[in-house]
Nanobody
Framework: QVQLVESGGGLVQAGGSLRLSCAASGKIGNINVINWYRQAPGKQREFAAFITSGGSTNYADSVKGRFTISRDNAKSTVYLQMNSLKPEDTAVYYC?????????WGQGTQVTVSS
């Protein structure tokens, strides 16, 4: 059983920055892939970024160059640094992982970017 808790969301002006955190209930060093997804109002949940246990990363085209995903295994936490935020980044952001063939999601954290 894995529990994930996102935090760090809030209201920010366009061009600003936020850092989201995803804290896991246990050690994450053995989790191969951890993802960030987001869901804007009226839209489907979409992939934003992932990071592997080896530190490899990948990003959706919509966030590439502006967002950076990282992980701190000692703190059992994954981060999403979001820079140059745009109003279209407004969404609930979720972290996600698969452990023992089961998918886990956090409760989400709201990010609102004003123009």
């Amino acid at each position: 059983q894995v529990q994930l808790v996102e935090s760090g969301g809030g209201l920010v002006q366009a061009g600003g920055s936020l850092r989201l955190s995803c804290a896991a209930s246990g050690k994450i060093g053995n989790i191969n892939v951890i993802n960030w997804y987001r869901q804007a109002p009226g839209k489907q949940r979409e992939f934003a970024a992932f990071i592997t246990s080896g530190g490899s990363t990948n990003y959706a085209d919509s966030v590439k160059g502006r967002f950076t995903i990282s992980r701190d295994n000692a703190k059992s936490t994954v981060y999403l640094q979001m820079n140059s935020l745009k109003p279209e980044d407004t969404a609930v952001y979720y972290c996600n992982l698969v452990f023992r063939n089961l998918q886990y999601w956090g409760q989400g954290t709201q990010v609102t970017v004003s123009s």
